[in-house]
């Protein structure tokens, strides 16, 4: 399929969640860096405090800090970008270190790295001083294509992901995608998983291209790259437009989160999070098939973008539904609607990009032992996940 003219030299967006928007766009090649100093000229930052992740390139990082530093001192802090990282104490760390560097209302939090650093530097700029300014600079597609189109920020609880944090917008997005040349494939077929999430549950018009497009070796044109952007910038914004802090329309985009999130905590993050998603896509699908809400091709439909894309079907080796239930009925989601004993709230399709929606919410109740059948859908004794 030809690509539209508007996607060959890259995208410019202006993403809008409620009242607030911001510029979201996407370069690659030799005169990217001087349209980032320009758009970061136009800031008028006084310092930027790069938040980045230990394990990117050094090439990377030392480019980045180049062209920040011919705009603004600038200087770099750097976390690991390990899901048991994403802590309080890990923000402390780095709060402590942004204030000793002379920082100011006027200053820019940027965060270079996938949406762990994005996520942690998020929630940083958001704690400094009440409010700075934050800019994501994304490293991985997960970051590109999905957490920077999002407004949440946070970091994780002992108890399970995400749980302390708040809303905070960037001023600015700039997705480079030289930085992906560095990427591991399997972050690339990961991120997809949350795109494939966008088909399934708010774009399924866009299913037939996006099958013709998937490849199991992840190896994917810029071209390619930026059109999976765009559909992400297209979905995400069509639920969020009215809802951006994620609690009505928008909680489509939690489908597959709940047996995803609880897979993640399991491995300690060594499960990535768009495979988790997936996984949890397809208990979820089979859930909805159980309670005769979804029919069998469109379960089906779940499992054929995941295997074109390359990505796991089934829980790693380990895991079993007892511990994952445990999890589950921790979930974040909890409390949109009166909790029922017994019973765990999920996102369910009726039909590809079709919520249930019992009572008119996107939360649907399901008994722990359809839960459980969901769950034993997905686990194995095959796929065992690699060691990192
Ligand atoms: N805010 C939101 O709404 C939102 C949405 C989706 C995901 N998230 C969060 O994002 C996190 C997952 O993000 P992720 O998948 O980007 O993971 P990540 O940040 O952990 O990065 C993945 C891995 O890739 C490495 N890496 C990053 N960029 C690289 C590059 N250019 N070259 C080589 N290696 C590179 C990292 O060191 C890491 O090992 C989760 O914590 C999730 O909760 C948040």
């Given at each position: ?9 890259g ?15 996407v370069?690659h ?19 930027f ?10 090439s ?8 920040l ?7 770099v ?5 390990d ?15 942004a ?5 100011t ?23 400094l ?22 407004l949440?920020?946070a ?22 995608l030289?930085?992906?040349?560095s990427?591991?494939a399997?972050?690339t ?11 399934l ?9 996006v ?11 810029p ?9 992400c910038?297209?979905?995400k ?7 951006h ?10 489908y ?11 491995t ?28 069998r ?9 995941l ?7 089934q ?13 589950i009925?921790?979930?974040?989601k ?25 009572d008119g919410?996107?939360?649907?109740q ?23």
């Amino acid at each position: 399929m030809p690509l539209p003219a508007g996607l060959r030299s890259g995208l410019d967006r202006r993403v809008r969640f409620g009242d607030v928007s911001y510029d979201f766009h996407v370069r690659h090649g030799r005169t990217a860096w001087n349209d980032l100093r320009t758009r970061l000229d136009a800031l008028d930052a006084d310092r930027f405090v790069v938040v980045t992740d230990a394990g990117l390139p050094d090439s990377l990082v030392a480019a980045t800090k180049v062209a920040l530093g011919a705009v603004a001192p600038t200087q770099v802090v750097k976390a690991q970008a390990d899901e048991t990282e994403k802590t309080l104490g890990v923000l402390d760390q780095l709060a402590e270190r942004a204030l000793e560097s002379g920082i100011t209302r006027r200053s820019v939090v940027v965060a270079l790295g996938g949406g762990v650093i994005g996520n942690i530097a998020g929630l940083l700029a958001a704690l400094l001083f009440r409010g700075v300014r934050l800019v994501h600079l994304p490293t991985t597609l997960l970051g590109m294509s999905d957490s920077v189109l999002s407004l949440k920020q946070a970091v994780n609880s002992r108890c399970g992901k995400n749980h302390l944090g708040t809303f905070h917008t960037p001023a600015l997005v700039w997705n480079n995608l030289d930085f992906l040349e560095s990427l591991p494939a399997d972050e690339t077929r990961s991120a997809l998983c949350e795109m494939i999430k966008n088909v399934l549950g708010i774009v399924p018009e866009r299913y037939d291209e996006v099958a013709g497009m998937l490849r199991t070796d992840a190896c994917y044109s810029p071209e390619d790259i930026t059109r999976f952007i765009d559909l992400c910038v297209d979905a995400k914004t069509s639920v969020m437009r009215d809802d951006h802090t994620e609690k009505h329309e928008a909680l489509v985009l939690e489908y597959g989160h709940t047996t995803g999130h609880a897979a993640e905590l399991l491995t300690g993050g060594r499960l990535r999070h768009g495979f988790a998603i997936g996984i949890g896509m397809l208990a979820a699908a089979r859930m909805s098939r159980e309670l005769g809400l979804l029919d069998r091709s469109d379960e089906q439909a779940h499992r054929r973008l995941l295997e074109l894309n390359g990505a796991p079907v089934q829980l790693p080796e380990g895991i079993d539904a007892d511990s994952v239930l445990e999890v589950i009925r921790l979930d974040n989601k909890r409390g949109y609607v009166p909790g029922r004993t017994g019973a765990v709230d999920f996102i369910l399709l009726e039909e590809l990009g079709r919520v249930h929606r019992p009572d008119g919410k996107l939360i649907t109740q399901v008994d722990e032992d359809t839960v459980r059948l969901g769950i034993e859908s997905v686990l194995s004794d095959r796929y065992v996940l690699a060691r990192v």
